[in-house]
């Protein structure tokens, strides 16, 4: 055509329509030749002519209407009655079939009008071809259909949930159509097909799970509910828009898990008590994978939890508590409850139940609260009068000595004094531990009964990381002590080598300690033999040479002596203390002495007579004749030198019976204490000034809660010794409002 002919409107839309059908034939699946670029190019520039010619020839607006009309006319007559007749999965594939041939005529028609696109509709400010096209189809056939297509895609759902094999092809290009006609957001998907597809969903599961928690155990019904869960999760990936997948999830979660969580839970011989006594790992796994998806869902869980672990405590307590009985009434000695295994299996137990933190429960912080305040509950209670702290601190004395009950390995005693020092944080009363440990590791070192120093000063830094430098200063103290005394103790035997003249007599190891690290020991004023007496003074002579500026303050109740006593048969080597040798050393000066005498002599109370000679006379090795030869000391008995004794051994060890060291324990705590709560009253007091009773009493529990748990009626007692020793004072108008006093 020449382009200095006008083009008539019928002229040219006739042209243009025999372009148009011939499209038309190519997608109803005609043998039609398909376009060859010539043909493309004509039917372009008929367009470009009809729409660039001067008015009245300037056909733009109506060539529009005609684009729109080509769709309308062949959507109503053809594509309508297509799919009218078709339903179910046929339908689906005209639907589709139908989608994809009106996407094409859309590319080729908006070509062939591709002028009118860039230059009229820009102009005028209208909506692209391609953008009128799909409305066009929106609004003819998905308008009508649309609830129709839903049910058939929903239906192939189904049959796919219930075990059939469906074509998910089909339905993944059925489903995106609904987020095609959207044209970029997701309005239509979700009001044609999403909401529909969540509600059938959830009545689908909700049918389902009403069934399974009847007739499935928890784990299996889990099982089920995690298969489901997953294969929700495929169809997203399959076939649905990825916008669906929190939605739809979060909805089976609800229907499966939500609804009859408590039911799941407490299901009898296999709810959540259930598999924690018979140690189901990968169902507790199960569990809390399943329940850390849903808002909440694993509050019940630790709940459960906490139970089950602080029932496990208590019965461990009362089986040490029973024990303790039965040892009490076979009237046998009933020694350190520790001996019954019972810290052992507490750490058994933490072992046991922080792996299932740790595994099962992801390190869940939720499951590490109900783990400590399960501990809590039963680390806390006192057994058979031995607090849980005294238990600890004799549980790790037991490991740290010499000779202790079980043999371990270095490794093994590492990892076990790590799961002490763990053990304690749930103990409120860290300072009653201190104390009795302190106790024990002066024994450990003085008496040379410590293992390994390493392990000592290991389990030092696991405290003191724990607790704080001020929990561990005094023990550290101790260690250093130790390691001074023995260089001490080198300088003093190098003293008497240069002083040949200041011999003691006799071998004689001092250890020097500093009083503030260690426990406070009775210094009694025990009348030394002479022997002894010129060890003491050569001794002070080399401190002397020293320092002037330190008094010693000598603590025979601690030491140790090696004498020899001759006996008819053998001489046998005893190793007593230094209140027993003194005390048979006055059998060399005297056949015989009476209770009175000795204690005369000895310059000691009666407590400390009655436990030297009860060792002495009463007890395994009978060196002193008691007379009269019963089994108690009495003020009027009378003692003798056993020169008949023998042993088998030439060397023999004679223990004091041991003092229970408890109750000045807890005196010496109970006393710290008081001091810890003027302190931190006072601080408080000092930096805020003015604060009521409640909240003064609030931060006081506070802040000593990291070593004790003080009671609000001892803080009360406290502020009132406080206000009365002028350090507070108390509102005139307010009884409850303290002032500090500067």
């Not at 909401?195 to 089920?224: F, G, N, Q, V």
């Not at 696991?462 to 390691?483: I, P, V």
């Not at 300690?513 to 060890?535: H, I, Q, R």
């Amino acid at each position: 055509m020449s382009k200095l002919k006008v083009i008539k409107l019928d002229e040219g839309w006739a042209f243009m329509e025999t372009g148009i059908n011939k499209l038309k034939r190519i997608l109803d699946g005609h043998d039609e030749p398909q376009f060859k670029s010539d043909d493309y190019m004509m039917l372009y520039t008929t367009i470009y002519d009809m729409c660039t010619q001067k008015a009245p020839n300037d056909y733009s607006s109506e060539l529009h209407d005609k684009y729109k009309m080509a769709f309308i006319e062949y959507l109503t007559s053809t594509v309508l009655p297509s799919l009218s007749e078709k339903h179910d999965e046929f339908l689906l594939r005209e639907f589709v079939k139908r989608w994809s041939n009106h996407k094409v005529m859309v590319r080729w028609l908006s070509r062939f009008f591709n002028y009118l696109d860039r230059y009229y509709l820009y102009r005028k400010n209208l909506s692209p071809l391609k953008e009128e096209g799909i409305v066009i189809f929106r609004n003819l056939v998905y308008d009508k259909l649309c609830s129709k297509v839903c049910a058939a895609a929903l239906s192939l759902i189904d049959q796919e949930r219930e075990g059939e094999q469906i074509d998910r092809a089909l339905l993944k290009n059925v489903v995106y159509i609904f987020v095609e006609v959207g044209m970029g957001g997701l309005e239509y998907y979700e009001k044609g097909f999403e909401s529909s597809m969540i509600h059938e969903t959830s009545e689908y599961y909700s049918r389902k799970a009403s069934k399974w928690i009847l007739e499935y155990s928890c784990p299996d019904y889990m099982l089920k509910a995690e298969e489901c869960i997953q294969r929700e999760h495929d169809r997203v990936n399959h076939y649905l828009h990825t916008s669906s997948e929190a939605k739809l999830i979060k909805n089976v979660q609800h229907q499966l898990l939500s609804v009859y969580q408590t039911e799941l839970l407490e299901k009898e011989h296999s709810g959540c008590r259930a598999l924690l006594m018979d140690d189901k790992i990968d169902d507790l796994s199960r569990m809390y994978r399943l329940f850390s998806k849903i808002t909440k869902g694993l509050d019940p869980v630790s709940s459960v939890f906490k139970q089950h672990v602080t029932a496990e405590g208590i019965a461990l307590v009362k089986q040490a508590e029973d024990a303790a009985s039965n040892k009490k009434a076979e009237k046998r000695d009933v020694v350190g409850l520790q001996e019954q295994g019972f810290i052992k299996k507490i750490i058994e137990l933490h072992d046991k139940y922080l792996a299932y933190v740790t595994g099962c429960f992801m390190n869940h912080t939720l499951f590490h609260k109900a783990l400590k305040e399960a501990f809590e509950v039963f680390c806390n209670k006192v057994i058979c009068g031995s607090s849980s702290a005294e238990l600890l601190a004799t549980f790790s004395d037991n490991i740290l000595k010499k000779g202790g009950s079980e043999k371990l390995s270095d490794e093994a005693i590492e990892d076990t004094l790590e799961k002490v020092v763990k053990l304690l944080t749930y103990i409120s009363d860290k300072d009653l531990f201190v104390e009795f440990y302190r106790k024990k590791l002066a024994r450990r070192l003085l008496f040379d009964k410590s293992a390994n120093v390493e392990h000592e000063r290991s389990i030092l830094t696991k405290l003191k990381q724990q607790c704080g430098g001020q929990f561990t200063s005094k023990m550290e103290g101790m260690l250093t002590d130790l390691a001074l005394a023995k260089e001490n103790q080198s300088q003093f035997t190098e003293y008497l080598a240069n002083n040949k003249e200041v011999s003691p007599g006799m071998d004689l190891a001092v250890t020097v300690l500093t009083t503030g690290f260690w426990p406070t020991y009775k210094s009694a004023d025990l009348n030394l033999p002479e022997e002894m007496v010129k060890c003491v003074e050569v001794f002070k002579g080399f401190y002397e040479t020293k320092t002037k500026h330190r008094l010693l303050t000598w603590v025979y109740s601690l030491g140790t002596c090696n004498i020899n006593g001759k006996f008819d048969t053998k001489t046998v080597e005893l190793i007593v203390t230094t209140y027993q040798a003194s005390a048979l050393l006055l059998f060399n000066l005297s056949e015989r002495l009476s209770y009175q005498e000795i204690m005369t002599q000895l310059n000691l109370s009666d407590d400390d007579v009655v436990r030297i000679l009860h060792s002495l006379s009463c007890a395994k090795y009978k060196i002193l004749i008691k007379e009269p030869n019963t089994k108690t000391i009495s003020p009027t008995d009378y003692f003798e030198f056993n020169s008949k004794f023998t042993d088998k051994m030439r060397r023999i060890k004679i223990p004091l019976p041991p003092v229970d060291e408890k109750k000045k324990v807890v005196e010496d705590v109970e006393k710290d204490r008081k001091y810890a709560i003027d302190a931190t009253i006072v601080r408080v007091m000092k930096s805020r000034k003015v604060l009521g009773h409640q909240q003064l009493v609030m931060e006081c529990v506070e802040q000593l809660g990291h070593m004790f748990k003080p009671d609000v009626r001892a803080i009360k007692k406290r502020i009132e010794d406080l206000i009365n020793r002028d350090y507070l004072e108390r509102d005139k108008d307010n009884a409850n409002l303290f002032r500090y006093l500067a």
